[in-house]
C-alpha cells in the first residue's frame, strides 16, 4: 500500500460531504437541495455558441484562446474585472490587482501555499463552507471557529480569537453566506477590515454570491474598507456566467500578489484560455447585464417558492432564514432530529440536503439539527414536491 502524505488524514471527514454533495446532484431520481450549482436555464449556452463560433474565426483571437496565457490571466478579462465587476461596488483596482483562477476556490488553495505553514490557525464563521475548510485542513492548518449571529461574523469575538490564537487568516463570506444565506452588515465589515490592519492577520473575503441579490440593501465588500492591504477579496464567475468554465479571479495588494503569481505559475501556469477569451467576451459583448436580470428574476422567485414550501410542508417550530440573495436557506428543526441520520433516510424518500452537522468545525453535535437548502438548480414545482416529501420524512422522526 502506498503511503500517503499525513495531510490527507484530516479531510476524510469533509471530504465525504463533498463527494456527497456532487454524488446527490447528478442523480437524476433524487430532488436534490444539496448542491450549490446554477439553473440550467441560467447557463447562456446559445451566447457562448455565437461568441465561439465567431472568435475560433478569427486568427488572432482564436489563437489566444488555445495557445499558452500570461499566468496572471488575460489584460482584457481583467479589464473586464476591474471596470465591470468591482468599480461600481467601490473597489478601485488596476488589471495587475487582479489575478483570474481557475475557480473561486483556487484562490483558497493558492493563499494556504503562500501563507500557511502546519500548525498555522485560520478563524472561519461558525458555522462555514466545508469546501474551503477542506482545502484549510489539506494544508494542515488549525481551524478555529468564530461566533456568528443573524448578522453574521461577530467581530468582538473575531478579535478575541485574534489575540488568543494569533492568527494567519480571517477566513469571511459576507454576503449570502454559504451555508447560512445571512448577509454581514456595513459596520462589520469595515471592522473586520479594520482588525486585519490591527491584528496583522490576511482576511480572506470569499463573495462569490454578491451579484446574486433579489432584495435588501447592496452592501460594498470589505475590501473597499481595506486600508493596508490585509484584505484579499476571491470571486467567481460560475454563478454570474457557467461553472463549468472553472474561472475565477482574486484581488490582492501588490506584495500578496506577487506571491500568489509565483505559486499559481508553479501549480499549473495558467487558467485556460479558452474560458477567458469566451468569458471577457461575453461581457465586452453587453450581454451581461441582461443575463445578470434573468438570473435574478429565476432564482427569486426559486427562493420565494422555498420559504414558503419551509413553512408549509417542515413541522412547527422550524427556524429559517430569509436569504436577500445567493442560492441557500438555513433550517434549524425543533426537537432533537439529527439531520446527518436524517439524510441516510431520505434517499428512500428521493430528496437530497446538506446536512448541518459538517460545517462547524468546532464539533460537539453543533448544527446536528440544521441542514442547508440550496434552491438554486430545482425549479419551482419540483422545490414544492421536494420540500413535501421532506417534511413527511420529518413528521415520521417526531412521532
Known sequence: M????????????SARIVRHLFSAMTDPEIISFGGGAPAMEALPVDIVREIANDVLTRDKRGLE???????????????????ILLEPKGVHAGADDIMIVNGGLETMNLLCQVVIDPGDVILVESPSFVHCIEIFEMFQAHCVAVETDEDGIVPDDAERKMKEYH??????????HNPTGKTLTRERRQRLAELGSQYDVLILEDD???????????????????????????????????????????????????RLLDAKTATNSHTSALAQVLCAEFFKRGYFDEHL?????????????MIDSIDNYLPKG?????????????????GDINTTELLQEAAAYKVAFIA????????????????????GNVPPEKIRIGMERLGRLIASKMK
Open 356 to 375: 448541518g452537522e459538517g460545517f462547524f468545525v468546532e464539533g460537539g453535535g453543533k448544527g446536528r439539527n440544521c441542514m442547508r437548502i440550496s434552491f
Open 318 to 334: 422550524t427556524k429559517r432564514v430569509f436569504p436577500d440573495g445567493g442560492l441557500f436557506t438555513w433550517v434549524e428543526l425543533p
Open 208 to 258: 462569490p454570491y454578491r451579484d446574486l441579490r433579489y432584495s435588501g440593501e447592496e452592501l460594498p465588500p470589505i475590501k473597499v474598507f481595506d486600508k493596508t492591504g490585509h484584505t484579499v477579496l476571491a470571486n467567481s464567475f460560475s454563478k454570474i456566467f457557467s461553472p463549468g468554465s472553472r474561472l475565477g479571479y482574486v484581488v490582492a495588494a501588490p506584495p500578496i500578489m506577487e
Open 167 to 176: 492568527p494567519k487568516m480571517v477566513y469571511v463570506i459576507p454576503t449570502f
Open 65 to 83: 484562446a488555445l495557445q499558452y496565457n500570461n499566468p496572471i490571466g488575460l489584460k482584457d478579462l481583467r479589464d473586464v474585472v476591474a471596470r
Open 2 to 13: 502506498v503511503r500517503l502524505a499525513k495531510r490527507m488524514e484530516t479531510m476524510e471527514g
Open 293 to 305: 436580470k434573468k438570473i435574478r428574476a429565476i432564482y427569486r422567485e426559486r427562493r420565494d417558492v
